[in-house]
């Protein structure tokens, strides 16, 4: 089952323009991970905040992290063409083994970058 | 540095028929999750191997089954194919006690 929803499931902007998108989860986590998947391909991580960070930056994106609402956002700012793909959320809850990496996965939102 | 790399990329089953898709980490890694992507949806999280052992297991049947090899690479098995066992099936490795997963480019399956 999946963990929580992104929103909006779709998103079209301009290049240049920022891009904004939310994530809910609904249990305690370890961290939260983005990825992007381009036309049903394999994912690419692109950013990791752990349950005790609120904010965290890479180049063009910006992820906060909010525990008591159980909520994410990723920006990307000056979005280009190639930005154009889905974005996933992933929650790791931890695991009792020792290992993390149990992801369990949003949804995804659909983002369109139109020249 | 080889990426995780997949095979086959697709594969068209019949009904009933069994499958077995491949998986080699990144090099270094040991760990290997292997996760199903239905149309449309985000991935699921079939089970992770390490040290050649089932370590955790998602929500799936006995249907599925795998296994890891002393080269760290990895198969995942699917028997008594369904329609519904048709989707996208990523493999990620990582190292044990590592947070970030690599994924590879996946295998197609399509169940007639």
């Known amino acids: 089952s999946q963990q929580g929803e992104e929103d909006p499931q779709a998103l079209s902007i301009q290049e240049g323009e920022n891009a904004t998108m939310n994530c809910s989860y609904k249990?305690?986590?370890?961290?939260l991970q983005w990825y992007r998947q381009n036309s049903g391909r394999g994912l690419v991580h692109l950013i990791l905040i752990r349950s005790n960070e609120r904010e965290k930056h890479s180049g063009r994106l910006r992820v906060t992290l909010d525990t008591s609402k159980k909520s994410s956002s990723l920006l990307i700012t000056a979005s280009r063409a190639a930005d154009t793909a889905s974005y996933f959320c992933?929650?790791?809850?931890?695991?009792?083994?020792?290992?993390?990496?149990?992801?369990?996965f949003g949804t995804g939102t659909q983002l369109k970058v139109e020249l | 540095d080889a990426g995780v790399t997949q095979s086959p990329t697709h594969l068209i089953k019949t009904r009933g028929q069994q499958v077995t898709l491949r998986c080699s980490p990144k090099?270094?890694?040991?760990?290997v999750s292997w996760y199903q992507q239905a149309l449309g949806q985000g991935p699921q999280f079939i089970f992770q191997?390490?040290?050649?052992?089932?370590?955790q297991r998602g929500n799936f049947p006995d249907r599925f089954s795998g296994h890891q090899f002393p080269n760290y690479s990895s198969e995942l098995n699917v028997n008594a194919l369904l329609l519904g066992d048709s989707a996208l099936y990523l493999c990620a490795s990582s190292f044990f006690s590592q947070e970030t997963q690599y994924f590879g480019p996946g295998t197609r399956l399509l169940v007639l």
């Open positions: 090099s270094g890694h040991d760990t």
């Open positions: 249990t305690s986590i370890n961290n």
């Open positions: 992933a929650t790791d809850a931890g695991s009792t083994t020792g290992g993390g990496n149990k992801l369990t």
């Open positions: 191997y390490y040290e050649e052992e089932e370590r």
